[in-house]
């Protein structure tokens, strides 16, 4: 079975703090993704990677930055947290080449206060 | 509207009954994948299928494709409680690895 854990499942930080959201994967894909989901918007695509040290904007990047030092770790990366990325996160993996199924993990809700 | 909109955006059915969700698209796509997520959790995928097949069957579930529509429906069978959870559509733009999901149909299965 694939498995795909993030770090922390509540989250709540302050404005202005640096926030990590860490994601692990057990597979060796090389796709990892991180989305926000909001009521009413689905999920939005925020960053992906297909390697390490690699990464791709997706929508919704502003205010958001990542890292991929090894390849079974990606990390999204709030710089100045604000209220507005008041939200759920979701990290998802797939295979390299495939544009199949993504495998997610349970997610991370963060307030920011 | 977003790519991947799925209709209706709220669905309560009967235990024993069949669930039917629509998810229209805009772009020419590879796949379309649909998903289930229970509240507070992550997505778990359900079921994929080709922009060359029509339909798909997986247990209780039947999924369908018109491109020519641009459209794509996930039937559940006999529903159960356990069935009650976001569903959500997605579509994978011709290679860019770029996902595009709809804002999901909330199903309620009552005992």
């Known amino acids: 079975d694939v498995k795909v854990t993030q770090s922390s499942r509540y989250l709540v930080k302050r404005t202005g703090e640096k926030v990590f959201l860490e994601c692990v994967q057990d597979m060796d894909h090389e796709n990892m993704f991180w989305y926000r989901q909001d009521p009413g918007l689905g999920l939005r695509l925020i960053y992906f990677?297909?390697?390490?040290?690699?990464?791709e904007k997706g929508d919704i990047p502003e205010g958001y930055s990542v890292s991929r030092e090894k390849k079974e770790r990606f990390s999204l990366i709030l710089e100045s947290a604000s209220t507005n990325q008041t939200s759920m996160y979701l990290c998802?993996?797939?295979?390299?080449?495939?544009?199949?199924?993504?495998?997610f993990g349970p997610g991370t809700r963060l307030t920011v206060l | 509207s977003q790519q991947g909109e799925e209709d209706p955006q709220a669905l309560s059915i009967q235990e024993g009954e069949n669930a039917t969700m629509n998810c229209s698209y805009k772009t020419s796509i590879n796949n379309l994948q649909w998903y289930r997520q229970n509240s507070g959790r992550g997505l778990v995928h359900l079921i994929l299928i080709r922009s060359n097949e029509r339909e798909k069957h997986s247990g209780r579930l039947r999924v369908t494709l018109d491109t020519s529509k641009k459209s794509s429906s996930l039937l559940i069978t006999a529903s159960r409680a356990a069935d009650t959870a976001s569903y959500f559509c997605a579509t994978e733009l011709g290679g860019t690895y770029k996902y595009i999901f709809g804002t999901g149909t909330r199903l309620k299965v009552l005992a």
């Open positions: 998802a993996i797939n295979l390299a080449g495939s544009t199949d199924t993504q495998y």
């Open positions: 990677s297909y390697d390490v040290k690699m990464k």
